[in-house]
């Protein structure tokens, strides 16, 4: 027997968090691919983290409604193909922002889309 007191280990390094206003990975991944594939926004959407943070509920919704004008009018010939090529530009905005943790309101879009984003 010894007269030493017994060690506790050190306690686990607390999770960390983002800095306040700050986005983790996760989150940005999930924009980034929600403007990519459709599905992924739309699980963004449902995923219970992602959906209550403005973040990922802004890029989310954008992405559907960007993906749904290039889809949808895409079809039209010439007037379409020009109004898609633009929304891909956007897109492309928006990716980019989003890896840099900021959200992009893009024009018009943005518009149809706050009222999903801020209920």
Do not use: R
Request: net charge negative; proline share 9%.
């Amino acid at each position: 027997m010894s007269d030493e007191t017994p060690v506790t280990p050190p306690a686990p390094p607390a999770p960390v968090a983002p800095a306040p206003g700050g986005v983790d990975g996760t989150s940005k991944l999930l924009a980034v691919l929600g403007y990519l594939f459709w599905v992924v926004a739309v699980i963004a959407l449902l995923l219970d983290p992602y959906k209550s943070q403005y973040f990922s509920k802004a890029h989310a919704v954008q992405a559907i409604v960007l993906g749904l004008i290039m889809w949808v009018i895409g079809w039209v010939p010439v007037i379409g193909w020009i109004v898609a090529l633009v929304a891909f530009v956007f897109a492309v905005i928006a990716i980019l922002k989003a890896l840099k943790g900021e959200v992009y309101e893009v024009p018009v879009v943005y518009g149809l889309a706050k009222g999903f984003i801020e209920d």
